[in-house]
C-alpha cells in the first residue's frame, strides 16, 4: 500500500484529483469507480477545476458508483444519484449514458444487483476506484462481518453508520436502514483504488487497517492483500501509524 500523509484536507484532495485526472489522460476510455460522502467533496471539486482548465474530457469516461440507498428516488436530495449529479456531473462533459449508479428503488433489488455486477464485467471493469471509509472500517456499504466474497448486493446498514449519515439528513429517522452496495469482491476487482480519509476521527480506523489482522470485522483490512491501493490522508487521519 502507497501511503501519502498530505498537509491538509485540500492537500488531499488536490493529490488524489490529479491522481485521477492522469488515470482519465492516459486512457480516456477508463472505467471509474465513484464514492460519496462528506470526504470526497473537495476531490469532486478539485477535479472539476482541473477538467475546466481544458487538459481532458470525460466524453469517453464510464463510471459506476459504490452504493444507493435502499428507497431513495434518483430526484431524493439525499440520494447519491442527486450527490453526483451536483458534485459532478453536471459540471463536466460525460455522457449520463455512461454514468450507472444503483437503484435504489428497483422492484428487483437481486436482479438490480446482479445486472450492475455484470454491466461492471462487460465495460471490462473498473481501473480506478475511489473510496472512503467509515469509522468502523467498512468500504462501500460493507459493513463489518462482511462476506469477503460478497459481490453487489442489499446490505443492512450499522447503526454506526445510519449515524454518522444523519448529518445529511435532517433527522436520524430519515436516514434509510439498507442501501446496495457494490461487494468486497467488486472492490478487490478493480485494478487501483485510491482511499481518502480525513479527520482525527478516522485515525484510529485508518492504523487499523494497515497494521491489524485483515479481517472480516474491519472489511477495509482485505486492502492490505491488494497489489494497487494507494490511501491519501490529511495529518490528523494520518496520525496514529508510523
Ligand atoms: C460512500 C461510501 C461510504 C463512505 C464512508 C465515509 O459512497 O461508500 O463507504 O465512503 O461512509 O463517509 P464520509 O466520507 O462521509 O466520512
Known amino acids: 500500500m502507497r501511503i501519502i500523509v498530505a498537509e491538509d484536507y485540500k492537500e488531499m484532495s488536490k493529490t488524489a484529483a490529479d491522481m485521477m485526472a492522469s488515470q482519465i489522460i492516459l486512457k480516456p476510455d477508463s472505467v471509474l469507480g465513484l464514492a460519496t460522502g462528506g470526504t470526497p467533496m473537495g476531490f469532486y471539486k478539485e477535479l472539476v477545476n482541473l477538467y475546466k482548465q481544458g487538459k481532458f474530457s470525460f466524453k469517453e469516461v464510464k463510471t459506476f458508483n459504490l452504493d444507493e440507498y435502499y428507497g431513495l428516488d434518483k430526484r431524493n436530495l439525499q440520494s447519491y444519484h442527486y450527490y453526483m449529479m451536483e458534485n459532478l456531473f453536471k459540471h463536466i462533459d460525460i455522457d449520463l449514458e455512461n454514468v450507472n449508479i444503483p437503484d435504489g428503488t428497483a422492484k428487483d433489488i437481486d436482479e438490480e444487483c ?129
Open 114 to 242: 446482479r445486472a450492475y455486477e455484470d454491466k461492471i464485467r462487460k465495460a471490462g471493469g473498473i481501473h480506478m476506484q475511489l473510496l472512503g471509509i467509515g469509522i468502523n472500517g467498512h468500504i462501500g456499504f460493507n459493513e463489518p462481518d462482511v462476506k469477503f466474497e460478497a459481490i453487489t448486493h442489499l446490505v443492512n446498514l450499522d447503526e454506526e453508520t445510519i449515524e454518522a449519515n444523519s448529518r445529511f439528513f435532517s433527522s436520524i429517522e430519515e436516514v434509510p436502514r439498507s442501501a446496495i452496495s457494490m461487494g468486497i469482491k467488486t472492490i478487490m476487482h478493480s485494478k487501483k483504488i485510491l482511499l481518502l480519509a480525513a479527520g482525527s476521527e478516522k485515525a484510529q480506523v485508518i492504523e487499523r487497517m494497515i497494521n491489524g489482522p485483515i479481517t472480516p470485522e474491519l472489511p477495509a483490512s482485505i486492502l492490505q492483500l491488494h497489489p494497487d491501493v494507494t490511501l491519501i490522508v490529511d495529518k490528523e487521519a494520518g496520525d496514529k501509524f508510523d
